[in-house]
């Protein structure tokens, strides 16, 4: 089980020794964009960031992400089910690219 405590003092490292200027946080909201109880359970988390560091957190929509994620395993050969600690870390890649993307087109228009 991931220590809350311990997760949030690293982060707060992590945001003084790298500068970070933004966090963005995966919001797994319902397929119809309501909020269920894993949602409430992030903004418990985000809560508890915000009291913690001084930059600011970007919620962002996650749905699809880790299906997506699955996919690309898969396209890569391998078993979706053997390699669940990458999945989540494609899924987290995928989100923030797809924010990235989000601020690049804003720019553009």
Request: aromatic content about 6%.
């Amino acid at each position: 089980m991931v220590n809350l405590k311990q997760t949030l003092r690293e982060i707060k490292k992590i945001v003084a020794e790298r500068d970070v200027s933004k966090i963005v946080v995966g919001m797994p909201f319902h397929l119809k964009g309501t909020v269920g109880q894993t949602a409430q359970q992030v903004e418990a988390f985000i809560e508890a960031l915000e009291r913690r560091v001084d930059v600011p957190i970007q919620k962002w929509d996650e749905r699809f992400s880790s299906i997506a994620a699955e996919k690309i395993i898969r396209e890569m050969g391998k078993s979706p089910h053997r390699h669940r600690d990458k999945i989540d870390q494609i899924a987290a890649l995928l989100i923030l690219q797809s924010y990235l993307d989000y601020l690049n087109s804003k720019k553009k228009s």
